[in-house]
């Protein structure tokens, strides 16, 4: 079968290694999901929807849990901020919160955390204070 960067395909969670788990995609081919690229709970036979991350040179597949792209990440992971603080108004995290933190309460790296607070920084929906940040009361 022939994929491409960025194909959304079906998976099938596999076994688990020391670099994340193996995945069959679209029940024909094998393919990676690293474990730096989970950030919801996954687990063995859990079927799920997942992007074609890299074509190796050796013709292995990489696969993440998200759709690639700089304004993919960044649309959906300040969706996920909006609507966190929407529920709960203030959010106990900021730019020095651990990524431990950050993945627990968002389900997303501290980097894509950091990235999408600033443009919701800029695009004046948040406030950003030293323990936490909280939706503006405009918004």
Do not use: H, W
């Not at 960025?6 to 076994?15: E, N, P, S, T």
């Not at 024909?28 to 079927?47: D, H, K």
């Not at 929807?49 to 597949?61: F, N, P, S, T, V």
């Amino acid at each position: 079968m022939n994929f491409k960067v960025g194909d959304q395909v079906q998976l099938i969670i596999g076994r688990q290694t020391n670099l994340g788990f193996i995945v069959e995609i679209n029940n024909s081919e094998e393919g990676l999901l690293y474990n730096s690229e989970i950030y919801v709970p996954i687990e063995t036979g859990m079927e799920t929807i997942g992007y074609i991350k890299k074509i190796r040179e050796d013709g292995k597949l990489d696969v993440s849990l998200n759709k690639q792209g700089f304004l993919n990440v960044i649309e959906r992971n300040c969706f996920i901020i909006l609507n966190k603080l929407k529920q709960k108004n203030t959010v106990f995290l900021n730019d020095k919160s651990s990524p431990e933190d950050v993945i627990a309460q968002l389900n997303m790296s501290k980097k894509a955390f950091k990235k999408a607070i600033g443009v919701l920084y800029k695009q004046k929906k948040i406030i950003i204070d030293s323990d936490c940040i909280t939706l503006k009361k405009n918004n």
